[in-house]
């Protein structure tokens, strides 16, 4: 597979809220050959990377391991050998654009929190910007799951004329209140560790809010994990002996049993925060909260009025972090505004998680989608029973029908 790692420098970026800086830097990875009409762009999650596919890039300070590698490849449903795949690192990440961790040139220091807050418009205007440099003026589908769905529909929204295809996984048009309160949570358990210091704790001197970080992820972990899934995995259970507490905890604490539930979130926490900056943990997640498809329109079905391509949404019946209610609105404001929809809905009890962990029931639709969208009938919306009778697998439920 052909596969290009690079860093473009865009110049001077205005952001959506007006500030600009001098010099926005994105570092995307592209697959495959391009030959005029086959790009497809891949919108990465919160915390992701332009690692989307290949091989784990373990001399990298980047997220090393490909987060969608079972969906994006030779053969696969985002075929590398059909399509040219763009995956960029969203501006105000830290996995190689530019951030709150990188150097403003002109103080020659990190940007810290003074770095321009960022919205997911800036992230679609920056890919946008990016492609041009490329010299890919349309797209023939964006593709992205949870806030990479948002950046998906954005690309309906403000360059409808560019691309043909959209497929939203386990998105909505905006986040509910419970998710938002849980990511307010979080992030006030970075601002409030000592070390987070207003964001400025980038000198060799200075210890990172880990501690803060760590537990803002364990939030978000949880958030996309659904009861069944936990249940199943870690039940009520004790670690092992090995097992040892990452967290403080009082005398009285030290009776009861560390439960294994427990040592799974405090162990891919302390990763996580080996790999990934507070601040952007930070302005992602104001990003993602702060989105909304009707900003600046009447209604959503208005925000995509001008689009008039095929959708592909797609849900999971144990995400509560975007349910199927909310990826069925977003289905229904497609419609409305004439596009092409099929809302496809996989049975599944991984939770918001399963878009990643879930290949075989992700991939066949998608594939089918790509290659001949929802007028080729491949993809059509359908109701349980029906299942047998359409070109996905069985093991897919579609739930909600025009």
């Known amino acids: 597979m052909n596969v290009e790692h690079n860093t473009v420098s865009l110049g001077e970026f205005e952001f959506d809220c007006g500030e600009t800086i001098p010099d926005l830097e994105i570092t995307y990875e592209a697959y495959g050959e391009f030959d005029g009409d086959n790009a497809v762009l891949v919108c ?45 690192n969203v501006p105000g990440s830290c996995y190689g654009s530019t951030g709150p961790k990188s150097e403003n040139p002109e103080t020659g220091e990190p940007y810290g929190t003074d770095f321009p807050p960022v919205t997911v418009t800036d992230w679609t205007e920056a890919q946008r910007a990016l492609l041009d440099e490329l010299g890919i003026p349309h797209l023939h589908a964006v593709v992205g799951g949870s806030v990479g769905g948002m950046n ?58 880990s501690d803060g970080l760590a537990l803002a992820r364990q939030l978000g972990h949880v958030m996309y994990l659904s009861k069944a899934s936990m249940e199943r995995r870690f039940g009520r259970r004790a670690a092992g002996r090995d097992a040892v507490r990452t967290f403080p905890t009082d005398a009285a604490g030290a009776f ?82 004439d596009a092409n929809v ?44 029906d299942s047998q009778e359409s070109n996905f697998a069985p093991v897919h439920n579609s739930l909600f029908s025009q």
Not at 198 to 205: N, R, T
Not at 288 to 315: K, P, R, T
Request: proline content about 4%; charged content about 25%; hydrophobic content about 40%.
């Open 44 to 88: 990465h999650a919160l915390t992701g990377s332009a690692h989307v596919a290949g091989r784990d890039r373990v001399d990298s300070a980047d997220q090393a391991r490909a987060w969608w590698d079972d969906i994006v490849g030779p053969g696969k449903a985002i075929d590398t050998t059909e399509y040219y795949v763009v995956c960029a």
């Open 342 to 385: 099929a809302h496809h809905v996989i049975d599944s009890d991984h939770g918001h998680d399963a878009f990643l962990v879930e290949p075989d029931n992700v991939g066949p639709p998608l594939a089918d989608f790509l290659d001949a969208g929802v007028d080729g009938n491949a993809v059509t919306d359908s109701v349980v029973e």
């Open 152 to 209: 998906v529909i954005e690309w309906a929204k403000r360059h409808p004329d560019h691309v043909d295809r959209i497929v939203p996984i386990a998105a909505a048009a905006r986040l509910d209140t419970q998710c938002l309160s849980l990511d307010a949570i979080a992030r006030r358990a970075i601002t409030t560790d000592p070390n987070w210091n207003q964001g400025h704790y980038y000198g060799e001197d200075q210890d990172p809010p």
């Open 256 to 337: 009861f049993p560390y439960r294994d539930v427990e040592s799974y979130l405090d162990y891919n926490a302390e990763k996580f925060t080996e790999r990934f900056d507070a601040n952007s943990y930070l302005y992602l997640t104001r990003a993602m909260d702060n989105y909304d498809l009707a900003a600046g329109f009447e209604s959503d079905a208005d925000a995509l009025a001008a689009f008039d391509g095929d959708a592909l949404v797609m849900s999971f019946t144990a995400d509560w972090h975007f349910t199927t209610q909310q990826a069925e609105a977003l289905a229904d404001s497609l419609r409305a505004a």
